[in-house]
């Protein structure tokens, strides 16, 4: 089974902090996401990898910065946060092969800013 | 640009009853279509998908149909359970070729026994 794991169930940070959120999977994919989930919003991507060293903004990237230096692990970085940064964060990963691919998505940060 | 649109909630239903969630989507070319769904304090996993027009997914009793004369891909289920509450996700590939989703605001469903 594909397992894609998130380094915090729960965070909580003050404002200014920075703050990093951890994300691997174990399944050799060369994709992986950052989302933020918010209730009446859906999700929202903000930023894509599709290879090591490689990244691709999303819809909302400000605030934000990610990293993946090895290919299993894609981190997103919250330089300074922010309270509107307290959200619900969620890391997910696909493959190459084949149409249609499947997300496989870890069971999420929440994120508390104070 | 491309985007979902999703039947606003919260739903309640009685156990066996028909369930029946509205995705309707605005997409350039021929995009894959998904139904994902999130239990409570979990991730998104896949429930179904459809890649062409006319293709059915299904899974679990879940239904959906990918019906590009009226842009929809309605799911559906003939008698849910308790355990079926949970928030639904209907999502698209964006144009080109892209990995990336674009997912609507979900919707979400509670079971009474």
């Known amino acids: 089974d594909v397992k894609v794991t998130q380094s915090s169930r729960y965070l909580v940070k003050r404002t200014g902090e920075k703050v990093f959120l951890e994300c691997v999977q174990d399944?050799?994919?060369?994709?992986m996401f950052w989302y933020r989930q918010d209730p009446g919003l859906g999700l929202r991507l903000i930023y894509f990898?599709?290879?090591?060293?490689?990244?691709e903004k999303g819809d909302i990237p400000e605030g934000y910065s990610v990293s993946r230096e090895k290919k299993e692990r894609f981190s997103l970085i919250l330089e300074s946060a922010s309270t509107n940064q307290t959200s619900m964060y969620l890391c997910?990963?696909?493959?190459?092969?084949?149409?249609?691919?499947?997300?496989?998505f870890g069971p999420g940060t929440r994120l508390t800013v104070l | 640009g491309d985007s979902v649109t999703q039947m606003e909630g919260p739903v309640t239903l009685s156990e066996e009853a028909f369930l029946t969630i509205n995705c309707t989507y605005t997409?350039?070319?021929?995009?894959?279509l998904f139904w994902y769904v999130q239990y409570p304090g979990e991730g998104l996993q896949l429930l179904l998908k459809?890649?062409?027009?006319?293709d059915k997914g299904s899974n679990k009793g879940f239904e959906a149909t990918y019906r590009k004369e009226t842009t929809s891909f309605h799911l559906e289920k003939g008698s849910v359970q308790v355990s079926d509450s949970a928030v639904y996700f209907c999502?698209?590939?964006?144009?080109?070729?892209?990995?990336?989703?674009?997912f609507g605001k979900g919707t979400k469903l509670t079971v009474n026994p």
């Open positions: 997910a990963s696909t493959g190459t092969s084949g149409r249609a691919r499947t997300q496989y």
């Open positions: 399944m050799d994919h060369e994709n």
């Open positions: 990898s599709y290879d090591v060293k490689m990244k």
């Open positions: 997409a350039t070319g021929y995009p894959s």
């Open positions: 459809a890649t062409k027009a006319d």
């Open positions: 999502a698209l590939t964006r144009g080109g070729g892209s990995e990336k989703l674009v």
